[in-house]
Protein backbone atom coordinates (compact mmCIF):
# COMPACT_ATOMS: atom_id res chain seq x y z
CA UNK A 1 0.00 0.00 0.00
CA UNK A 2 1.15 3.47 -0.75
CA UNK A 3 1.73 5.69 2.07
CA UNK A 4 3.16 9.48 2.44
CA UNK A 5 3.44 10.13 5.79
CA UNK A 6 4.13 13.99 6.85
CA UNK A 7 5.45 15.53 10.05
CA UNK A 8 7.22 18.63 11.51
CA UNK A 9 4.86 20.83 11.31
CA UNK A 10 3.49 23.15 14.49
CA UNK A 11 3.58 26.49 15.75
CA UNK A 12 6.71 29.00 14.82
CA UNK A 13 7.26 32.32 15.27
CA UNK A 14 7.59 35.11 12.43
CA UNK A 15 11.25 34.47 11.03
CA UNK A 16 11.15 31.07 12.11
CA UNK A 17 12.57 27.78 10.98
CA UNK A 18 10.87 24.25 10.02
CA UNK A 19 11.82 21.05 9.13
CA UNK A 20 9.18 19.05 7.62
CA UNK A 21 9.45 15.28 6.54
CA UNK A 22 7.64 13.02 4.53
CA UNK A 23 8.46 8.67 4.90
CA UNK A 24 7.33 6.88 1.45
CA UNK A 25 6.73 3.10 1.44
CA UNK A 26 4.25 0.74 -0.61
CA UNK A 27 6.67 1.81 -3.93
CA UNK A 28 10.15 2.56 -5.00
CA UNK A 29 10.82 5.76 -3.62
CA UNK A 30 13.96 6.74 -5.75
CA UNK A 31 11.95 6.29 -9.01
CA UNK A 32 10.00 9.75 -8.58
CA UNK A 33 10.01 13.02 -8.76
CA UNK A 34 8.08 14.44 -5.21
CA UNK A 35 6.82 17.64 -4.97
CA UNK A 36 5.63 19.73 -1.88
CA UNK A 37 1.76 21.10 -2.02
CA UNK A 38 0.26 23.64 0.39
CA UNK A 39 -3.07 24.57 1.23
CA UNK A 40 -3.80 27.90 3.33
CA UNK A 41 -6.85 27.55 5.35
CA UNK A 42 -9.62 28.15 3.74
CA UNK A 43 -7.94 28.58 0.44
CA UNK A 44 -6.49 26.54 -2.57
CA UNK A 45 -3.89 24.52 -3.57
CA UNK A 46 -0.12 25.90 -4.01
CA UNK A 47 2.07 24.44 -5.50
CA UNK A 48 5.76 24.73 -3.57
CA UNK A 49 8.72 22.84 -4.52
CA UNK A 50 9.40 19.63 -6.43
CA UNK A 51 12.79 17.72 -6.60
CA UNK A 52 13.90 14.97 -9.28
CA UNK A 53 14.38 11.35 -8.34
CA UNK A 54 18.28 11.85 -8.26
CA UNK A 55 17.95 15.15 -6.13
CA UNK A 56 19.77 17.11 -8.52
CA UNK A 57 17.11 19.19 -10.19
CA UNK A 58 14.72 21.42 -8.28
CA UNK A 59 12.23 24.36 -8.98
CA UNK A 60 10.37 26.18 -6.31
CA UNK A 61 7.61 28.75 -6.69
CA UNK A 62 8.44 32.56 -6.51
CA UNK A 63 7.44 33.31 -2.89
CA UNK A 64 9.90 30.83 -1.21
CA UNK A 65 12.56 31.17 -3.43
CA UNK A 66 15.49 31.69 -0.82
CA UNK A 67 13.80 30.94 1.68
CA UNK A 68 12.44 26.83 1.59
CA UNK A 69 14.81 24.34 0.14
CA UNK A 70 13.22 20.84 -1.02
CA UNK A 71 16.02 18.00 -0.56
CA UNK A 72 15.38 14.05 -0.33
CA UNK A 73 17.19 10.81 0.83
CA UNK A 74 16.26 8.30 -1.09
CA UNK A 75 18.45 5.81 1.32
CA UNK A 76 15.56 6.91 3.51
CA UNK A 77 12.71 7.47 1.85
CA UNK A 78 12.55 10.31 2.86
CA UNK A 79 11.37 14.21 1.34
CA UNK A 80 12.21 17.08 3.73
CA UNK A 81 11.63 20.74 3.20
CA UNK A 82 13.45 23.39 5.02
CA UNK A 83 11.96 26.65 6.07
CA UNK A 84 13.98 29.50 6.99
CA UNK A 85 12.14 33.07 7.52
CA UNK A 86 8.53 32.09 7.88
CA UNK A 87 5.96 34.35 7.69
CA UNK A 88 2.76 34.79 8.47
CA UNK A 89 1.49 33.89 4.67
CA UNK A 90 3.44 30.59 5.01
CA UNK A 91 0.50 29.18 7.18
CA UNK A 92 -0.81 26.18 5.77
CA UNK A 93 -1.15 22.58 5.22
CA UNK A 94 1.32 21.21 3.68
CA UNK A 95 1.65 18.17 1.54
CA UNK A 96 3.99 15.78 0.56
CA UNK A 97 2.67 14.56 -3.13
CA UNK A 98 4.34 11.81 -5.33
CA UNK A 99 4.56 12.05 -9.44
CA UNK A 100 4.57 8.93 -11.80
CA UNK A 101 5.35 10.17 -15.44
CA UNK A 102 2.59 11.26 -17.15
CA UNK A 103 0.52 10.96 -14.06
CA UNK A 104 1.73 14.03 -12.34
CA UNK A 105 0.36 14.42 -8.25
CA UNK A 106 -0.65 10.86 -8.51
CA UNK A 107 -0.75 10.10 -4.76
CA UNK A 108 -1.28 12.82 -1.78
CA UNK A 109 -0.11 12.60 1.91
CA UNK A 110 -2.54 13.19 4.45
CA UNK A 111 -0.53 16.92 5.30
CA UNK A 112 0.89 18.06 8.10
CA UNK A 113 -0.21 21.56 9.71
CA UNK A 114 2.35 25.08 10.04
CA UNK A 115 1.12 27.43 11.66
CA UNK A 116 3.54 30.94 11.43
CA UNK A 117 2.26 33.83 14.40
CA UNK A 118 3.43 35.67 17.55
CA UNK B 1 -4.82 35.92 -9.15
CA UNK B 2 -4.34 32.70 -9.83
CA UNK B 3 -2.16 31.57 -13.49
CA UNK B 4 -5.37 29.12 -14.32
CA UNK B 5 -8.59 30.54 -14.33
CA UNK B 6 -11.52 28.74 -12.37
CA UNK B 7 -14.91 29.49 -11.75
CA UNK B 8 -15.36 29.75 -8.11
CA UNK B 9 -18.76 27.78 -7.66
CA UNK B 10 -21.14 24.77 -9.47
CA UNK B 11 -23.49 23.59 -8.48
CA UNK B 12 -26.15 20.71 -10.19
CA UNK B 13 -28.76 18.46 -9.35
CA UNK B 14 -28.63 14.49 -9.05
CA UNK B 15 -28.30 12.82 -12.11
CA UNK B 16 -27.70 15.74 -14.14
CA UNK B 17 -24.25 16.89 -15.85
CA UNK B 18 -21.59 19.65 -15.05
CA UNK B 19 -18.87 21.15 -16.20
CA UNK B 20 -16.03 23.18 -14.45
CA UNK B 21 -13.59 25.08 -16.81
CA UNK B 22 -10.21 26.00 -16.81
CA UNK B 23 -8.93 28.61 -18.91
CA UNK B 24 -4.80 29.23 -19.15
CA UNK B 25 -2.05 30.83 -21.29
CA UNK B 26 0.13 29.31 -24.10
CA UNK B 27 2.71 29.21 -21.53
CA UNK B 28 0.84 26.24 -19.56
CA UNK B 29 -2.51 24.67 -21.31
CA UNK B 30 -1.46 25.65 -24.68
CA UNK B 31 1.47 23.36 -24.37
CA UNK B 32 1.14 20.89 -21.49
CA UNK B 33 -0.81 18.18 -20.62
CA UNK B 34 -3.70 18.67 -17.35
CA UNK B 35 -4.72 17.32 -14.45
CA UNK B 36 -7.68 17.66 -12.47
CA UNK B 37 -7.69 16.98 -8.53
CA UNK B 38 -10.59 16.36 -6.68
CA UNK B 39 -10.86 17.19 -2.80
CA UNK B 40 -13.41 15.99 -0.54
CA UNK B 41 -14.53 17.87 2.54
CA UNK B 42 -11.69 17.33 4.72
CA UNK B 43 -9.67 15.30 3.38
CA UNK B 44 -6.62 15.56 1.27
CA UNK B 45 -6.64 15.73 -2.75
CA UNK B 46 -6.80 13.49 -5.08
CA UNK B 47 -5.65 12.71 -8.48
CA UNK B 48 -9.46 12.61 -11.33
CA UNK B 49 -7.89 13.59 -14.30
CA UNK B 50 -4.43 13.50 -15.76
CA UNK B 51 -3.00 13.61 -19.23
CA UNK B 52 -5.79 16.03 -19.95
CA UNK B 53 -8.30 13.19 -20.35
CA UNK B 54 -7.14 9.68 -18.73
CA UNK B 55 -8.80 8.35 -15.73
CA UNK B 56 -6.26 6.93 -12.49
CA UNK B 57 -7.80 3.01 -12.09
CA UNK B 58 -11.24 3.92 -9.66
CA UNK B 59 -12.44 7.04 -10.69
CA UNK B 60 -15.58 5.96 -13.02
CA UNK B 61 -16.35 6.96 -16.32
CA UNK B 62 -18.92 9.46 -16.24
CA UNK B 63 -16.17 11.26 -14.63
CA UNK B 64 -13.79 13.37 -18.15
CA UNK B 65 -11.51 15.67 -18.93
CA UNK B 66 -10.72 17.65 -22.35
CA UNK B 67 -8.67 20.07 -23.58
CA UNK B 68 -9.05 22.49 -26.26
CA UNK B 69 -6.13 25.26 -27.34
CA UNK B 70 -5.64 26.96 -24.04
CA UNK B 71 -8.19 25.73 -21.77
CA UNK B 72 -9.53 22.47 -20.27
CA UNK B 73 -12.61 21.27 -19.12
CA UNK B 74 -14.12 18.77 -16.19
CA UNK B 75 -17.34 17.16 -17.04
CA UNK B 76 -19.32 14.62 -13.91
CA UNK B 77 -22.46 13.25 -15.19
CA UNK B 78 -24.96 11.38 -13.67
CA UNK B 79 -23.71 13.63 -10.83
CA UNK B 80 -23.91 12.25 -7.84
CA UNK B 81 -24.64 13.65 -4.07
CA UNK B 82 -20.72 12.10 -3.23
CA UNK B 83 -19.01 14.28 -5.71
CA UNK B 84 -19.76 17.38 -3.78
CA UNK B 85 -16.40 18.51 -3.55
CA UNK B 86 -13.29 21.21 -4.52
CA UNK B 87 -11.86 20.65 -7.85
CA UNK B 88 -8.50 22.01 -9.26
CA UNK B 89 -6.89 21.64 -12.28
CA UNK B 90 -2.98 21.79 -12.58
CA UNK B 91 -0.78 22.38 -15.17
CA UNK B 92 3.18 22.73 -15.78
CA UNK B 93 4.20 26.25 -17.25
CA UNK B 94 7.08 26.84 -18.70
CA UNK B 95 7.70 30.37 -18.04
CA UNK B 96 6.72 30.27 -14.47
CA UNK B 97 9.21 26.77 -14.43
CA UNK B 98 6.95 25.37 -12.01
CA UNK B 99 3.08 23.81 -11.34
CA UNK B 100 0.46 25.95 -11.53
CA UNK B 101 -3.03 25.24 -9.80
CA UNK B 102 -6.66 27.04 -10.54
CA UNK B 103 -8.32 28.78 -7.38
CA UNK B 104 -10.37 25.83 -7.00
CA UNK B 105 -14.53 25.11 -7.79
CA UNK B 106 -16.65 24.33 -5.30
CA UNK B 107 -19.25 21.87 -6.86
CA UNK B 108 -22.98 21.55 -4.72
CA UNK B 109 -25.23 19.08 -5.26
CA UNK B 110 -28.40 20.22 -4.71
Known amino acids: EVQLVESGGGLVQPGGSLRLSCTASGFTFSNHWMSWVRQAPGKGLEWVAN????????YSVDSVKGRFTIYRDNAKNSLYLQMNSLRAEDTAVYYC???????????WGQGTLVTVSS | QSVLTQPPSASGTPGQRVTISCSGS????????VNWCQQLPGTAPKLLIY???QRPSGVPDRISGSKSGTSASLAISGLQSEDEADYYCAVWDDSLNGWVFGGGTKLTVL
Open chain 1, 51 to 58: IRQDGNEK
Open chain 2, 26 to 33: SSNIGRNT
Open chain 2, 51 to 53: NND
Open chain 1, 97 to 107: VRHTTGSPFDF
